[in-house]
Nanobody
């Protein structure tokens, strides 16, 4: 049983901040969370799901979509089996359902490289 559970979404005004969390649980991640690359994706209404940010198992490498670079920060706490997405200077175009995902790869930016997905958390940014 594998679970990735996102939290921290909500409604925020443009320019505000939110911190998303993704907790991993289940036999697959027990004692091995630190060996997975982790990523965040998002899907806005009427659009395809897109890459947002990724972090390697060792936390030494991070990738960001150009649209969020300088505003979002991905981090992870392997002791807590949790990955975070700090989102600052939010814009209405950041409105989407945000998904956490885990990959066997050291780090990845492509959806098909991810093996496990959470159910998503809604982020709404009002203008």
């Amino acid at each position: 049983q594998v679970q990735l559970v996102e939290s921290g979404g909500g409604l925020v005004q443009a320019g505000g901040s939110l911190r998303l969390s993704c907790a991993a649980s289940g036999r697959t991640f027990s004692g091995t969370f630190s060996s997975y690359g982790m990523g965040w994706f998002r899907q806005a209404p009427g659009k395809e799901r897109e890459f947002v940010a990724a972090i390697s198992w060792s936390r030494s490498n991070t990738y960001y979509a150009d649209s969020v670079k300088g505003r979002f920060t991905i981090s992870r706490d392997n002791a807590k089996n949790t990955v975070y997405l700090q989102m600052n200077s939010l814009k209405p175009e950041d409105t989407a359902v945000y998904y956490c995902a885990a990959t066997y790869q050291p780090i990845a930016t492509i959806q098909r490289q991810y093996n496990y997905w959470g159910q998503g958390t809604q982020v709404t940014v009002s203008s």
